[in-house]
């Protein structure tokens, strides 16, 4: 019954910047922490960055610090991740995530490339 949609991937230049969005159902959304991943061709998938339940306590990777942002709306029951600078190196499938009872969920993942 948990569902994760990803949504906002496409193709952006280096340098430019992109918004992701997660929509969320299914389960009690305000109450769980929230996570994007992302996976490259060849690599592990790893994580971008994490919010807590109420968003007052945000976690990134280092090479995503001061470049991208992850907020949340839970009135909409949706988690974004705001990506700006980007670089080909973060080409990869963006992968929304929630865990809970120590088992995780995921989203279908959405594309980003950064190509000029």
């Known amino acids: 019954q948990v569902q994760l949609v990803e949504s906002g991937g496409g193709l952006v230049q280096p340098g430019g910047s992109l918004r992701l969005s997660c929509a969320a159902s299914?389960?009690?959304?305000?109450?769980?922490?929230m996570s994007w991943y992302r996976q490259a061709p060849g690599k592990e998938r790893e994580l971008v960055a994490t919010?807590?339940?109420?968003?007052?306590?945000?976690n990134y990777a280092d090479s995503m610090k001061g470049r991208f942002t992850i907020s949340r709306d839970n009135a909409k029951k949706t988690v974004y991740l705001q990506m700006n600078s980007l670089k080909p190196e973060d080409t990869a499938v963006y992968f929304c995530?929630?865990?809970?009872?120590?088992?995780?969920?995921w989203g279908q993942g959405t594309q980003v490339t950064v190509s000029s």
């Open positions: 995530n929630t865990r809970r009872q120590s088992k995780n969920y």
């Open positions: 299914g389960f009690t959304f305000n109450v769980y922490a």
């Open positions: 919010i807590s339940s109420g968003g007052g306590t945000t």
